[in-house]
């Protein structure tokens, strides 16, 4: 009794259509495609996986370098600050034999000046660029002797005429710019 009823009408016209021994034989193929497609997606993944890896290996190596870069760019940063602060660039200047300037003029675009320039004042003014040595020597010593024979002596340079506030020129003295 364990067979099964024979289909009738329509439903034994259709299982003519269908061979019954070639089931088996169909199924293998398609068994077969599933296993493939699966194998390959695995392996695909494995290679994406380990390209991903890599990858994550090669962007922590590249963010240390740059957290180090920029560690060494607000060092030199610090250091530049440092060094164009007001009163470094003041010290400096001084230690270079730089005196403040005097008043200034300025020129107005049809050639007119404006304003009195003055030369700086002479308790400030040095009489020349002191020689490198004498920027490192301790404070209270004397420079060394120039070629000419006084400490920190510099041939004179002749006077500039510069306009008078009447219009009429006069001599003004100048001081050498140091390193120029």
């Excluded at 994550?56 to 920029?70: A, G, N, W, Y």
């Excluded at 250091?79 to 001084?94: E, F």
């Excluded at 270079?96 to 004042?121: C, E, I, Q, T």
């Excluded at 006077?159 to 003004?172: F, V």
């Amino acid at each position: 009794m364990s067979s099964k009823p024979a289909p009738r009408g329509r439903a034994a016209r259709l299982a003519r259509l269908i061979p019954a021994g070639r089931a088996r034989a169909a199924r293998t193929p398609f068994v077969l495609l599933v296993v493939l497609l699966l194998g390959g997606g695995l392996l695909g993944l494995l290679v994406l996986n380990s390209a991903l890896s890599e990858g994550s290996f090669e962007l922590d190596d590249i963010q240390r370098r740059t957290k180090s870069l920029t560690d060494e760019e607000q060092a030199l940063q610090r250091d530049i600050d440092a060094y164009s602060a007001p009163d470094a660039l003041q010290r400096r200047a001084r230690e270079l034999g730089m005196v403040p300037g005097g008043d200034p003029a300025f020129l107005n675009p049809d050639g007119s000046v404006k304003g009195v320039p003055s030369a700086a004042p002479r308790s400030a003014a040095l009489t020349g660029p002191r020689a490198p040595e004498a920027l490192t020597a301790a404070p209270g010593t004397a420079p060394a002797p120039t070629p000419s024979g006084t400490p920190g002596s510099i041939p004179a340079i002749p006077a500039a005429t510069t306009p008078a506030p009447g219009g009429a020129l006069r001599s003004a003295p100048t001081t050498p710019t140091p390193g120029r």
